[in-house]
C-alpha cells in the first residue's frame, strides 16, 4: 500500500467526536491531520475510540489496546494463557493485551502485584511501552534506565516528535495517536548472533507488518478542483 501525503492550499483534517463525559469542558479539542489518525484508523487501532474526544486523558490499559494493535501482535488468548495482575483479572476487558503484552516484555507491572490499568498515562511509560514494543529496551537500559534512558531514546530517535505532552505529563488520545504512529515508523531494532543490538535500517512495523509506505508529494488536482483554479 503506497500512501501519498499531498500538499494542499487547504490541508483536511481529522478528530474524534465531542465526547462529554470524557473531555474537559470548554477546552478547544485538538484535531488530527493526516497522516497520524487515518492511518491508525486504517489499520484498525482506533476502533473503539470513535466517540472519544482528542484531548481526552488516556489509561494504561486504553494505550495498551493502540500499541499491541500498531504492532500487528494478536492478543485473543484463551483464559489459561492469561497472567494475571490483581487489578486485571480474566473478566477485565485489558485482560488478552495486558497479558500479551507482558508476555512479551512491553509492560512489566508496579512491582506490588499491579498494572495501574485504569489509571491515566504518563508520557514516559507510553515512551518505555512504545521503545521495548520495538526492541529498544536493552539500548534504553544501557542509556540509563527508566525513565532517562528511555526518554533519552525517545527524544533523540524520533519517537517524541509533534507529541505535545511534557515529560512528567499525562497522555492525551491525541498525543498517544502521534507517538504511536512515531513508533510505526522507527527503525526496528534487532539482535545478531553474537547479542549485539542494531537497527534495522529502513524495517520499520510501518512497511514490515502492514505493508504501508510512505511518499511526499503535491497533488495538483483531483476530479473536483485544482490548486491553481480552485
Known sequence: ILILCGLFQSMAAAAFAENTDTAEDNTEKAVFTYPEYEILKYIGALDGFEDYSADALITKGDFLKILMKATGMNYDLSPEDKIQFYDVQSESEFSSVVSTAYSKGIIKGNGDGTLGVNKNLTLEEAAAMALRAIGYETA????????????????????????????GGLLTLDSSVILVYNMMNMDLMTINSTGDYSADEGKTLMNSVFDIYMTEGIVEENGYSNIYTG
Open 140 to 167: 534504553a537500559e544501557n542509556a540509563g534506565g527508566y525513565p532517562t534512558g528511555f526518554n533519552s531514546i525517545a527524544f533523540g530517535e524520533g519517537l517524541m516528535d509533534n507529541v505535545t505532552a511534557s515529560v
